[in-house]
């Protein structure tokens, strides 16, 4: 039987994530996506955002009609059978039998032809209870409720109800469950004009004056887009790189993918701008997407800079676990551990250390992660500047009015973009991934 090409490829994609640790975000940009139907490219986005979100859920709805310990089922099978729940459970327009015979199809596909019956078997017990799924119990711990309810590791959870409070934290798991906006940059009123021209519906943006939410329509078909002159950036990263200001020489430490190197580069275009990435092939795809002349690019590491200092603006954006982004990258919450916290503190440290000694006297460095852990914002800055002499904390309430006195910024309440002197942004409480930032002077 003929499988429908969204589905394969949905279900390549899964097994690729869950064997190999790849990224969804890498693979959904794939040329595999790129030759399917328009219709199947997005049944199949769907797919495979639509399980990484929900899989916890999944899983509780597998067990239960499973004789089988989940644990003990081959990866193609426990994958199969996710897509499958998920379409039966969530998209409810799609006939059961479709949604069936297709990942039974995919097991046998997988080689894993003695386990088709079985498969067979608990799907087709799911689609009995579809209008009864699974329920978390109210009489839970609000930690194990919302851990079950939203589809997040029960640790994270736990995590953020004694960091934010049960219901900032209800906030952020119900944020990432929904498919998020597409934010904008926009460097001139007539990219926009043209982007309308070629069918491209905006609306504006919620934090800043230069960003845009996509309402309809397909943006990498635009000459704009193909040109690198509208950039896919979400408004808290928007925000960030806002932070970093104005000067004669800035440099950027860990570009890739670049998106804060060109707002750097819009704000200051006259300014002499260093962006640098550690492995060559990013950094390819940061020449890529930023193409000022006034902008170089280097492939080299943060901890070691070919460089003199003297900068008068840098920015430290640095790797981080991502748990600000999870309604963007669904994948990452179940790949991360306790133990990697601690790692990337470690890392984090080491660099925020290298990037101080990159400023001229009078100079600013911005920190900044999309992490909602301490361990990773705070914990960092703290630690830096208590070993560091030079340096200072300023506090990001002034930069912020600074950005509302010249009309960037919109959002009214403050107080919500800040925790102490620090920027930080929730998701669900600001409609945006979560970022936090610290801005640093040398004296």
């Not at 069936?100 to 498969?119: G, H, Y």
């Not at 608990?122 to 119990?137: C, F, G, M, W």
């Not at 996509?214 to 925000?239: K, N």
Request: proline share 4%; net charge neutral; aromatic share 6%.
């Amino acid at each position: 039987m003929s499988i429908s090409p969204a589905r394969t490829v949905a279900f390549d994609i899964l097994l690729r994530i869950d064997q190999q640790n790849a990224y969804a975000s890498e693979l959904l940009h794939s040329e595999r996506l790129d030759k399917l139907a328009p219709t199947d490219r997005g049944l199949a986005m769907e797919l495979v955002m639509g399980v990484l979100r929900w899989r916890s859920r999944l899983d509780d709805e597998i067990a239960a009609a499973a004789s089988r310990p989940l644990k003990k089922l081959d990866a193609e099978v426990l994958n199969a059978l996710r897509l499958a729940a998920y379409q039966l459970q969530v998209l409810t327009r799609v006939p059961p039998h479709a949604a069936i015979n297709d990942s039974v199809e995919l097991v046998k596909r997988a080689q894993k032809r003695s386990a088709a019956p079985f498969a067979n078997a608990v799907l087709r017990k799911i689609a009995e209870a579809r209008t009864e799924p699974v329920q978390p119990s109210a009489d839970e711990a609000p930690v194990s409720f919302l851990a079950r309810e939203y589809a997040h590791p029960e640790w994270l959870v736990e995590r953020w109800v004694a960091q934010f409070g049960t219901e900032r934290t209800r906030q952020i798991c119900e944020f990432d469950q929904r498919i998020p906006t597409t934010s904008l940059r926009l460097e001139n009123v007539d990219t926009e004009r043209e982007l309308t021209s070629e069918g491209v519906k905006l609306a504006p943006g919620v934090l800043l004056a230069s960003s845009r939410t996509l309402v309809e329509g397909d943006l990498t078909r635009t000459h704009a887009y193909i040109e690198g002159r509208v950039f896919i950036q979400d408004e808290a990263s928007q925000l960030v790189a806002a932070l970093v200001g104005t000067g004669s020489r800035l440099l950027d430490c860990c570009a890739a993918p670049g998106g804060k190197t060109a707002a750097m580069t819009w704000r200051n275009p006259a300014a002499q701008i260093i962006a640098a990435e550690i492995h060559e092939h990013r950094a390819g795809l940061v020449r890529k997407r930023v193409r000022a002349a006034n902008v170089k690019v280097i492939a080299a590491d943060a901890l070691q800079l070919p460089l003199n200092g003297g900068f008068d603006r840098v920015l430290a954006d640095v790797p981080c676990s991502g748990t600000g982004t999870f309604a963007r990258n669904p994948d990452i919450k179940w790949r991360l551990a306790v133990g990697t916290l601690s790692e990337l503190h470690t890392k984090q440290v080491a660099i925020l250390r290298a990037a101080l000694q990159q400023l001229a006297a009078g100079g600013r460095a911005v920190y900044s992660t999309c992490s909602l852990e301490k361990e990773e914002n705070e914990a960092v800055v703290e630690e830096v500047l208590r070993d560091t002499e030079g340096y200072q904390l300023r506090d990001c309430r002034e930069e912020l009015e600074k950005l509302r006195a010249t009309g960037e910024l919109k959002w009214e309440d403050l107080d919500s973009l800040l925790n102490g002197r620090f920027l930080r942004t929730v998701p669900g409480v600001q409609p945006c991934d979560g970022f936090f930032a610290a801005v640093m002077e040398k004296r």
